[in-house]
């Protein structure tokens, strides 16, 4: 293990374009559940109730208590020494991005500059049925939300199951993937598309893959190394 950890810390160190993909797994040390660990959210609340677009089309309100009580648990948790150790990386390599899944806005809040969030984030909404988008950190948003541009439903800016993500976010992670010199890969199941496709793409352009997870995954097999541990313990030994 502690041989593992070397080699892992001097391709982090020693590598021009370091990459990270993070996923729910950075944040369940803070305390943000994740959806398919022990105690994901989804043994509570079916996600095809509520993180569809046809769930918000049936029933916008049960949606909304449902984003509620998310931003209510996310506004009580902060950042863990694993998102921390990405901002030190972030100060130390020559070139850094980070990509997220996570819609908690726990890396900003850390400190990470160069960060893509891939499925938007908690504290945006946006409108069902224009393109008006706006920040709104009240941790309660009353029933129902309207639109001061088109008086339409607004909606949390997050990319729902079955949704596309946005065109010009996602090319820029294709990007950062396929110049990747040394790709973390950390607390993710990687099954959720495209997301989990960016780890093949750095793979396939020559990128040393660094796994952290509690447990294998589908990419495990492609990984060059694979730590299996907390990324709050590891992380901040690979800085
Ligand atoms: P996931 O729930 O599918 O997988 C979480 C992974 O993290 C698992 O593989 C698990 O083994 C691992 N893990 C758990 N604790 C860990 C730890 N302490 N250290 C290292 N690894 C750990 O999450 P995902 O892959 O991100 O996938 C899914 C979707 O979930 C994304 O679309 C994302 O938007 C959404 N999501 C986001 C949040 C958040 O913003 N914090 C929370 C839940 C789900
Ligand atoms: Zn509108």
């Given at each position: 293990?502690?041989?593992?950890i070397?080699?892992?810390?001097?391709?982090v160190?020693?590598?021009?374009r370091?990459?990270?993909?993070?996923?729910a797994?950075?944040s369940?040390?803070?305390?943000?559940?994740?959806?398919?660990?022990?105690?994901?959210i989804?043994q509570?609340?079916?996600?095809?109730?509520?993180?569809?677009p046809?769930?918000?089309?049936?029933d916008?309100?049960?949606?909304?208590?449902?984003?509620?009580?998310?931003?209510n648990?996310i506004s009580?948790v902060?950042?863990?020494?694993a998102?921390k150790?990405?901002v030190?990386?972030?100060?130390i390599?020559?070139?850094?991005?980070?990509?997220?899944?996570n819609?908690?806005?726990?890396?900003?809040k850390?400190?990470?500059k160069?960060?893509?969030?891939?499925?938007g984030?908690i504290?945006?909404?946006?409108?069902?049925?224009?393109?008006?988008?706006?920040?709104?950190?009240?941790?309660?948003?009353?029933?129902?939300?309207?639109c001061?541009?088109c008086?339409?439903?607004?909606?949390?800016?997050?990319v729902w199951?079955?949704?596309?993500?946005d065109?010009?976010?996602l090319n820029n992670?294709?990007?950062?993937?396929?110049?990747?010199?040394t790709?973390?890969?950390?607390?993710?199941?990687?099954?959720v598309?495209?997301?989990a496709?960016l780890?093949g793409?750095?793979?396939?352009?020559?990128a040393?893959?660094?796994e952290?997870?509690l447990?294998?995954?589908?990419?495990?097999?492609?990984s060059?190394?694979?730590?299996?541990?907390?990324?709050?313990?590891i992380?901040?030994?690979?800085?």
């Amino acid at each position: 293990m502690e041989e593992v950890i070397q080699e892992a810390k001097s391709k982090v160190l020693n590598s021009k374009r370091l990459v990270a993909l993070t996923g729910a797994g950075i944040s369940a040390e803070s305390g943000v559940p994740t959806f398919r660990g022990k105690d994901g959210i989804w043994q509570r609340h079916r996600v095809t109730d509520l993180a569809t677009p046809e769930a918000f089309a049936k029933d916008p309100k049960l949606v909304w208590e449902f984003y509620n009580w998310r931003r209510n648990l996310i506004s009580k948790v902060t950042y863990n020494p694993a998102h921390k150790a990405l901002v030190a990386l972030e100060k130390i390599a020559l070139h850094f991005a980070l990509i997220t899944q996570n819609i908690d806005d726990l890396h900003r809040k850390a400190g990470s500059k160069n960060l893509i969030e891939l499925h938007g984030n908690i504290w945006w909404v946006c409108c069902s049925r224009c393109r008006f988008k706006a920040e709104d950190r009240r941790v309660s948003i009353p029933f129902p939300p309207v639109c001061p541009e088109c008086g339409g439903m607004l909606r949390p800016n997050v990319v729902w199951f079955g949704e596309s993500l946005d065109m010009t976010i996602l090319n820029n992670a294709v990007k950062e993937a396929e110049r990747a010199e040394t790709f973390l890969v950390i607390g993710t199941s990687a099954v959720v598309q495209p997301a989990a496709s960016l780890i093949g793409i750095a793979k396939k352009n020559g990128a040393f893959l660094i796994e952290i997870n509690l447990e294998p995954t589908e990419v495990s097999s492609i990984s060059d190394i694979s730590i299996r541990e907390k990324a709050a313990k590891i992380l901040p030994r690979l800085t």
